[in-house]
Nanobody, 122 residues
Framework: QVQLTESGGGLVQAGGSLRLSCEAS????????ISWFRQAPGKEREAISC????????NYIDSVQGRFTISRDSAKNTVYLQMDSLKPEDTAVYLC???????????????WGQGTQVTVSS
């Protein structure tokens, strides 16, 4: 059973950058479709990006397209989320997840990390 651990969150000013890491243990992360989700206070958890295990295809929701980049380092068994041009509305807890077929549907996610807080000040 794969276990996921996120890191890299923090407090940053608007326009700044952060890189989140999702490190796996217990299994080979490259065998799984991995999504990043986020959840802001009082809002539903939303999928924002996914990287496919089959062909490396990446997808993003419109609000982060062009600002966020998802990538995978198989040697480190880690998936990253590079976040640039951050906005206050990006403030949320960010979680990585094993998300079969990049479905982006939280109730179907098999494994979650514990999350990392990202706060963007204006």
């Amino acid at each position: 059973q794969v276990q996921l651990t996120e890191s890299g969150g923090g407090l940053v000013q608007a326009g700044g950058s952060l890189r989140l890491s999702c490190e796996a243990s217990g299994d080979n992360l490259a065998d799984y479709d991995i999504s990043w989700f986020r959840q802001a206070p009082g809002k539903e958890r939303e999928a924002i990006s996914c990287i496919s295990s089959r062909d490396g295809t990446r997808n993003y929701i419109d609000s982060v397209q062009g600002r966020f980049t998802i990538s995978r380092d198989s040697a480190k068994n880690t998936v990253y989320l590079q976040m640039d041009s951050l906005k206050p509305e990006d403030t949320a807890v960010y979680l990585c997840a094993v998300d079969d077929y990049c479905a982006g549907y939280a109730p179907r996610v098999r494994f979650w990390g514990q999350g990392t807080q990202v706060t963007v000040s204006s």
